[in-house]
């Protein structure tokens, strides 16, 4: 069975022109999905009733259960969601003033193996499809539909468990999908991929002509402490990295965000930052400052906050434009990976 979700228009254009259908049912279909939020192919009544039968064979629109549902005081919902398979994965909605922003998961699991990082603990499972990305973004706007008439998913940032450039092309599709005005409509914007520093795919996607944004786990000033904390450095020096953002620099025309996780002890001194500023002079990119996320299953403690507001005046002194990151849920698991760690712990014990 093939997911119609995980279709951008393009290739459910070719699909309806293969099943010797006209071109416009694609945007049909979609105006059925997004729009009219219909769930099944009954419903779809200026479709004909004989297609809607092929639809019902072959196809199917099934988005993801949700498991558990964490809801924070802030007004953070953590949902872990189940697929098919009986897999799962996190997907977090936090309220900014400006919108609605899903945090979404790529993979189950992953692979990369940073030491600080609850998700990578288990390795990856297996890669999501762009179905089961854009079934994340449906649940979460049911969620919201449920709780107050007229809101949605306005921002995503894929930054949930997985590497997306290890997932690419699926990664691709979901951005497409979800980026439609025809599809979920959220503008390219306010939809950031985030990665460990995959430099094949960072140069990809600088080729790929959305507007959307990019960001980048650096987290070290030096191959030497990044070494210590992000199994990947290994293969992708920070010298090879900054290469790959000034060429995404150029060819994209956008900015990136380094993103710096400050861990107390290992790569928080001033010494540090002013490192940091060397590094990335030469690029447009600012620094996203994240406050450690403690969990139990990794040792690393959370920089204090004197310790990460110094961090931020070294940099916008050094003339680098940083910002810290809000947090959000801190009375539920909303911490990277912990929900499903725990829920696998309780299943095994
Ligand atoms: N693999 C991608 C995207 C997923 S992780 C990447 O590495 O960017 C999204 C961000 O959360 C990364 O910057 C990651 O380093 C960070 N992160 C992981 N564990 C964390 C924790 N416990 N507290 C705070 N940030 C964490």
Redesign the pocket.
């Given at each position: 069975m093939i997911n119609l979700l995980g279709l951008p228009i393009s290739k459910l254009e070719e699909l309806m022109l293969s099943e010797g259908q006209k071109k416009y049912r694609a945007i049909q279909l979609y105006t059925w999905i997004y729009e009219k939020k219909a769930t099944s192919f009954d419903e779809m009544s200026d479709i004909s009733i004989k297609f809607r039968e092929v639809l019902k064979e072959k196809y199917c629109l099934d988005i993801p259960t949700i498991d558990k549902i964490q809801r924070s005081k802030d007004g953070t919902v953590k949902l872990l969601v189940k697929f098919s398979d009986g897999l799962k994965v996190e997907t977090v909605l936090m309220r900014y003033s400006y919108g609605n922003a899903a945090c979404v998961s790529s993979q189950v699991g992953?692979n990369?193996g940073?030491s600080?990082?609850?998700?990578g603990l288990l390795g990856k499972q297996r890669s999501l499809t762009a179905a089961e990305m854009v079934g994340q973004i449906m649940v979460l706007n049911n969620v919201l539909r449920e709780e107050n008439k007229g809101e949605r998913v306005t921002h995503i940032v894929?930054?949930?468990?997985?590497?997306?450039f290890d997932n690419y092309d699926n990664v691709m599709d979901f951005i497409r999908i979800v980026n439609a005005q025809k599809g979920l409509a959220i503008g390219a914007r306010h939809i950031t991929v985030?990665?460990?520093g995959l430099i094949d795919g960072i140069k990809k996607y600088a080729r790929e002509g959305l507007q959307t944004n990019l960001?980048?786990?650096l987290?070290a000033p030096n191959d030497e402490i990044r070494l210590k904390i992000m199994k990947v450095a290994k293969i992708y020096p920070i010298k090879d990295i900054i290469e790959a953002v000034k060429e995404y620099e150029s060819i994209a025309k956008r900015r990136v965000t380094y993103?710096y996780?400050l861990l107390d002890g290992i790569n928080d001194s001033k010494e540090n930052a002013e490192e940091l500023i060397k590094v990335i002079k030469g690029t447009m990119g600012y620094v996203n400052l994240?406050?450690?996320?403690?969990?139990s299953l990794?040792d690393y403690k959370r920089s204090s906050g004197n310790r990460i507001h110094a961090f931020l005046d070294y940099l916008n002194k050094g003339g680098v434009n940083a910002t810290i990151r809000k947090e959000f849920g801190s009375d539920i698991d909303a911490?990277?990976?912990q929900l499903r760690a725990k829920a696998e712990q309780n299943e095994k014990a």
């Amino acid at each position: 069975m093939i997911n119609l979700l995980g279709l951008p228009i393009s290739k459910l254009e070719e699909l309806m022109l293969s099943e010797g259908q006209k071109k416009y049912r694609a945007i049909q279909l979609y105006t059925w999905i997004y729009e009219k939020k219909a769930t099944s192919f009954d419903e779809m009544s200026d479709i004909s009733i004989k297609f809607r039968e092929v639809l019902k064979e072959k196809y199917c629109l099934d988005i993801p259960t949700i498991d558990k549902i964490q809801r924070s005081k802030d007004g953070t919902v953590k949902l872990l969601v189940k697929f098919s398979d009986g897999l799962k994965v996190e997907t977090v909605l936090m309220r900014y003033s400006y919108g609605n922003a899903a945090c979404v998961s790529s993979q189950v699991g992953c692979n990369m193996g940073c030491s600080f990082c609850a998700s990578g603990l288990l390795g990856k499972q297996r890669s999501l499809t762009a179905a089961e990305m854009v079934g994340q973004i449906m649940v979460l706007n049911n969620v919201l539909r449920e709780e107050n008439k007229g809101e949605r998913v306005t921002h995503i940032v894929v930054m949930g468990t997985g590497e997306p450039f290890d997932n690419y092309d699926n990664v691709m599709d979901f951005i497409r999908i979800v980026n439609a005005q025809k599809g979920l409509a959220i503008g390219a914007r306010h939809i950031t991929v985030s990665t460990c520093g995959l430099i094949d795919g960072i140069k990809k996607y600088a080729r790929e002509g959305l507007q959307t944004n990019l960001a980048i786990s650096l987290h070290a000033p030096n191959d030497e402490i990044r070494l210590k904390i992000m199994k990947v450095a290994k293969i992708y020096p920070i010298k090879d990295i900054i290469e790959a953002v000034k060429e995404y620099e150029s060819i994209a025309k956008r900015r990136v965000t380094y993103e710096y996780l400050l861990l107390d002890g290992i790569n928080d001194s001033k010494e540090n930052a002013e490192e940091l500023i060397k590094v990335i002079k030469g690029t447009m990119g600012y620094v996203n400052l994240i406050p450690y996320n403690e969990t139990s299953l990794c040792d690393y403690k959370r920089s204090s906050g004197n310790r990460i507001h110094a961090f931020l005046d070294y940099l916008n002194k050094g003339g680098v434009n940083a910002t810290i990151r809000k947090e959000f849920g801190s009375d539920i698991d909303a911490a990277c990976g912990q929900l499903r760690a725990k829920a696998e712990q309780n299943e095994k014990a």
